[in-house]
């Protein structure tokens, strides 16, 4: 569910999507989840009003908001953060902040 979940306000009740894709999955897949924050710049915020300005819903969250979207389920080291910051490796950009990034990442095992 990459860049995908904000497109769910609360109304559509993305939690039990998220329980409708995995019931279809077999035990030990695994759910990717990334999912745009306005918890670093509330640019994130206005590019998300600008969205539903043009008639798309979309809905940041903070990191809570996102990590109850995994409840019930295993988080992979190293659990829910910024993008960038899961498990980075050589081709990793090393300045990036947060806030240009505004993005949160994880990975949990069914
Ligand atoms: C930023 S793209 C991400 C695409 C892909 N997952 C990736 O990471 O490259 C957002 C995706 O969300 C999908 N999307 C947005 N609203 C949706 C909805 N209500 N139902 C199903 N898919 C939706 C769009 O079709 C689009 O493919």
Do not use: K
């Not at 860049?3 to 035990?27: E, K, S, T």
């Amino acid at each position: 569910m990459l860049a995908i979940l904000h497109f769910f306000p609360d109304a559509d009740d993305p939690h039990a999507l998220v329980g409708r894709l995995l019931q279809a999955l077999p035990a030990g897949s695994y759910l990717t989840v990334t999912h745009a924050t306005a918890d670093f710049d509330d640019g994130m915020e206005r590019l998300a009003a600008t969205y539903r300005a043009s008639g798309i819903p979309a809905q940041t969250r903070s990191r809570a908001e996102i990590l109850r979207l995994f409840s019930g389920l295993e988080l992979l080291d190293p659990g829910l953060c910024t993008v960038h910051r899961w498990r980075p490796d050589a081709n990793t950009p090393t300045d990036l902040t947060d806030a240009q990034v505004s993005f949160y990442g994880a990975v949990a095992r069914t």
